[in-house]
């Protein structure tokens, strides 16, 4: 298993920048993938950014170029560095970690941290 607690969320300017954090329970060598997902009132989560092994990285599509995912091996931390906010990226922002046991794959989520874009 593997807890995870998000730090970093905040309410920003449109144009603005916030960098959430991500801290994982448990080395984040020993887990498959880390990412972050959103949720909007009234919507669906849906993934922002995933990081894998060999650091290979996915983005939505309403977020590349402006959002970059990374991960401190020292620290077990991702961390989401977003640019160029806008107000239609508030949303809840969760962490999420995927564990492979025995070929399933478990997740794990964090608490949320609220991100607040003003127009």
């Known amino acids: 298993q593997v807890l995870l607690v998000e730090s970093g969320g905040g309410l920003v300017q449109a144009g603005g920048s916030l960098r959430p954090s991500c801290a994982a329970s448990r080395s984040i060598f020993t887990i498959n993938v880390m990412g972050w997902y959103r949720q909007a009132p009234g919507k669906q989560r849906e993934l922002v950014a995933v990081?894998?092994?060999?650091?290979?990285?996915n983005y939505a599509d309403s977020v590349k170029g402006r959002f970059t995912i990374s991960t401190d091996n020292a620290k077990n931390t991702v961390s989401l560095q977003m640019n160029s906010l806008k107000p239609e990226d508030t949303a809840v922002y969760y962490c999420?970690?995927?564990?492979?046991?025995?070929?399933?794959?478990?997740?794990?989520w964090g608490q949320g941290t609220q991100v607040t874009v003003s127009s």
């Open positions: 990081v894998g092994s060999g650091s290979i990285t």
């Open positions: 999420n970690a995927v564990l492979l046991t025995s070929g399933k794959p478990n997740m794990y």
